[in-house]
């Protein structure tokens, strides 16, 4: 079956940067989008941007234009998004989820939690 | 402040129908038949409900149906069951390669 699995938590100093990971499987990797989109602790869902697993094309939301990059490794079907100058509100669960070019759909990956702290 | 509005609650006993709205503008909901809803329970990962607008996932009882009415979006729950218990967020495409979701709405079953 469809599986995105996703690193571990992360605790990381303000000004840091953090890089999670995302692998996939059951399905062929350059068919779909991957998004990444994060929650802070108990709010709503907010899109961080978007990577083609094989043509590497990404997109990238205004609020996080300048701090993240999204990368792949085709070879062990995994996508990476780095998110660099972190800061306290960057406190927050980052799921991986697959989609298409306009929508993100199903599955999403487990989460991974980041925590920002001095 | 997310970009598409939702109610943060709603409520229903079960049996009912509830219907949760989602307000955009015409620059992403209006604009676009790529709306879709999210279930999220307490510490697991959203799950895709909906999709383009009206269009049920994989596996989603037929109880879930969607609509859309110029900038607004809604997602009615029929026959409440207790396991409809839950968060429930839109999302939609925003235009310029762009996703938006709203601020997610507790779906309570009295």
């Known amino acids: 079956q469809v599986q995105l699995v996703q690193s571990g938590a992360e605790v990381k100093k303000p000004g840091a940067s953090v890089k999670v990971s995302c692998q996939t499987s059951?399905?062929?990797?350059?068919?779909?989008?991957m998004h990444w989109v994060r929650q802070a602790p108990g709010q709503g869902l907010e899109w961080v941007g978007l990577i083609h697993p094989t043509r590497g094309d990404t997109s990238y939301a205004q609020n996080f234009q300048d701090r993240v990059t999204m990368t792949t490794d085709t070879s062990t079907s995994t996508v990476y998004m780095e998110l660099s100058s972190l800061r306290s509100e960057d406190t927050a669960m980052y799921y991986c989820?697959?989609?298409?070019?306009?929508?993100?759909?199903?599955?999403w990956g487990q989460g991974t939690l980041v925590t920002v702290s001095s | 402040q997310s970009a598409l509005t939702q109610p943060p609650s709603a409520s229903g006993s079960p049996g009912q129908s509830v219907t949760i709205s989602c307000t955009g503008t015409?620059?992403?909901?209006?604009?676009?038949?790529?709306v879709s809803w999210y279930q999220q329970h307490p510490g697991k990962a959203p799950k895709l409900m909906i999709y383009?607008?009206?269009k049920r996932a994989s596996g989603v009882p037929d109880r879930f149906s969607g609509s859309k009415s110029g900038n607004t979006a809604s997602l009615t729950v029929s026959g409440l069951q207790a396991e409809d218990e839950a968060d429930y967020f839109c999302g939609s495409y925003g235009g310029s390669n762009n996703v938006v979701f709203g601020g997610g709405t507790k779906l309570t079953v009295l």
């Open positions: 989820a697959r989609g298409g070019h306009l929508t993100v759909d199903d599955p």
């Open positions: 383009e607008v009206s």
């Open positions: 059951g399905y062929t990797f350059a068919n779909y989008y």
């Open positions: 015409s620059s992403d909901v209006g604009g676009y038949s790529y």
